[in-house]
């Protein structure tokens, strides 16, 4: 049985492979046909992905259905103190109403901001609403240092999962997916009462554009957070990266150039509402590529400073006691 | 009698120590400031630019870059919805036992503890504010009344900030989550209390609606005063209202959290 064997323990591949080839070798020896037949189906098996001989698959889609559990408790949880839920749903509508009627106060005193007029600008306090609830859903990695400086960290070390994804995963706020919801109605509220006419195409760019953003600041919040691991607290790091998260509001192509850059590489938020925005309503779809492409290149370069901060500190972190 | 009876100095101390075991994350605090003075200098010298006109909200742009930074620097050092968060824990945890067993008053536990250094911190971040405005030849207060009158306010203020952040988390003695109130609470004081947008800057009818919420009294007044744009019979009734607003909140947190120790059960150690 050997298919079952690969099953059980894909690691084992090489091991299993050398047997198939001893009973290939006894079938030379005038064994039966099944035999061979028996070790081609062996060969199939261990040579079939990478993905399976490494076990990496099995891992990712066990992580998949852990991240699926997760969910449901999640929204158990929370739906579990009825009059908070409904708060918090509430508490929502009444910061994206703060926000969009910011920006009409503002509009009272001058025609528009540059070239974000009052719809542009609720698209992209929509966007930003998109973006703030999928980083609450998360909000577990801003726990990140105060549970490596308390030695919190043993008790995901010693489960056959990652650590980090069992951080982040075990306290996901999975209801505040609904106010990312509330920021996409805005924005197909404010395209549909203002005619702007976007294609499905641009439309996808834009989600692309928002949810590898928010990749990239989770990316950097843990950067900022492992630094725990040699620094001990580090909540102004975090502070540091909320008042960053201010600018975010505000569309960043008006300010300097230098400004800029540095929302666009060290700290990333350009891409989780400014840029989304104006691939939607102004830039050409080749521009938007353009958006996208470097987008990949900087979520690569911080992921692998994430890889390299995390396997570091991990490897330092220690805790005496239970 | 002492100010401080002894044992509220030494929660005072521990506290003080805390910071002191964390002196980079205390002083890394600062390091936002100038992110958020880059962000609010560009952005409002260009909707300056844009209406046209030298005044928005009653200021002229080097009035309101300053009113903008301060109103960071005081919202920086005061109570906020951690005390909230920190007593819901105390309630929840069962903590509170303890504590109600030993011969100090919850409020002033809870304060010397937790918020003591927010005090401190306000003293410093005042200190910091001033060194930048004279280093980069901002506007400065000189006039002595009206710094006696900033001084009131800004301890009001800050008293203000805790016995309504400290009302809110006793709230947990009914609320299975008071979270959601926090976060409302939230959003709600960032655009009443002026940190957002200055309060001068709303429609009539939004001001007066800002106006009878305490949220102005948190943040709004203590800069406006520094301002100076209050005339002095003015500002001593926004004193006096400000006042009211503390007094209201402290014998509000003082009923609630009797009727919520009534309330209160734990069981076990």
Request: hydrophobic share 50%; aromatic share 18%.
């Amino acid at each position: 049985m050997p298919e079952k064997i690969m099953e059980i323990n894909p690691e084992k591949s090489t091991l299993t492979d050398r047997g198939a080839e001893n009973t290939s070798t006894a079938n030379l020896h005038g064994s039966d046909r099944r035999v061979e037949g028996i070790s081609r189906s062996v060969r199939q098996v261990t040579e079939k992905s990478p993905w399976d001989r490494t076990g990496k698959l099995a891992y990712a889609l066990k992580h998949l259905r852990l991240f699926y559990r997760f969910a449901v408790i999640s929204w158990k949880r929370s739906t579990e103190y009825k009059f908070n839920f409904f708060l918090n749903n509430i508490q929502q509508i009444v910061t994206l109403f703060i926000y969009i009627y910011f920006w009409r106060i503002i509009l009272n005193h001058i025609p528009q901001l540059q070239e974000w007029d009052f719809p542009t600008l609720t698209i992209l306090t929509g966007f930003v609403f998109f973006n703030q609830s999928l980083m609450v859903v998360f909000w577990a990695m801003w726990t990140i240092n105060r549970r490596i400086i308390k030695g919190d960290l043993d008790v995901f070390l010693v489960r056959p999962v990652s650590v980090l994804f069992a951080i982040i995963g075990q306290n996901l706020l999975i209801y505040r997916l609904f106010e990312a919801s509330l920021g996409l109605a805005m924005i197909g509220v404010v395209l549909i009462r203002y005619h702007i006419s976007v294609t499905l195409f641009k439309m996808v760019l834009a989600l692309l554009i928002v949810f590898l953003g928010t990749y990239l600041i989770m990316m950097v919040t843990i950067f900022l957070q492992s630094l725990s691991f040699w620094l001990g607290r580090t909540n102004a790091f975090t502070e540091l990266l909320q008042a960053g998260f201010l600018i975010n509001r505000y569309p960043i192509t008006i300010f300097p150039k230098l400004v800029i850059a540095f929302f666009t590489v060290f700290l990333p938020v350009i891409f989780i509402a400014t840029y989304p925005t104006l691939v939607l309503v102004e830039f050409t779809v080749i521009r938007g590529l353009e958006v996208l492409g470097g987008e990949l290149l900087i979520a690569g370069l911080w992921t692998y400073l994430v890889y390299q901060i995390w396997r570091r500190g991990i490897r330092r972190y220690e805790n005496v006691g239970g | 009698m002492r100010l401080i009876e002894a044992k509220y100095l030494s929660l005072i101390r521990i506290s003080f120590k805390r910071v002191n075991e964390f002196k980079f994350d205390f002083l890394m605090r600062y390091l936002e400031i100038p992110m958020y003075l880059i962000i609010v200098y560009f952005l409002w010298k260009l909707i300056f630019r844009f209406s046209g006109k030298t005044e928005l909200g009653g200021m002229e742009f080097s009035r309101f870059f300053v009113y903008m930074v301060l109103a960071r620097f005081i919202f920086i050092s005061f109570p906020f919805t951690e005390t909230s968060e920190e007593i819901e824990e105390i309630i929840k945890s069962g903590q509170l036992t303890a504590i109600i067993t030993r011969p100090v008053t919850f409020q002033k536990y809870v304060f010397f503890k937790l918020n003591f250094n927010t005090l401190v911190d306000g003293l410093l971040s005042i200190g910091l504010f001033l060194l930048m405005s004279f280093v980069m030849g901002w506007y400065i207060l000189d006039d002595l009344v009206y710094w006696l009158l900033f001084g009131a306010s800004f301890v009001l203020a800050i008293c203000l900030n805790y016995f309504f952040y400290f009302s809110i988390g006793l709230l947990s003695f009914w609320a299975d989550e008071i979270f959601g109130i926090t976060q409302a609470v939230r959003s709600i004081r960032m655009f009443f209390s002026g940190e957002l947008i200055p309060l001068t800057m709303f429609p009539s009818t939004l001001l007066t609606v800002a106006s009878l919420l305490p949220f102005k009294y948190m943040l709004f007044n203590p800069v406006y005063l520094y301002l100076k744009k209050y005339p002095v019979p003015e500002a001593l009734h926004q004193l006096g209202l400000q006042l009211i607003w503390t007094v209201f909140f402290m014998i509000f947190s003082k009923i609630l959290y009797q009727k919520g120790l009534a309330w209160y059960n734990s069981y076990g150690g």
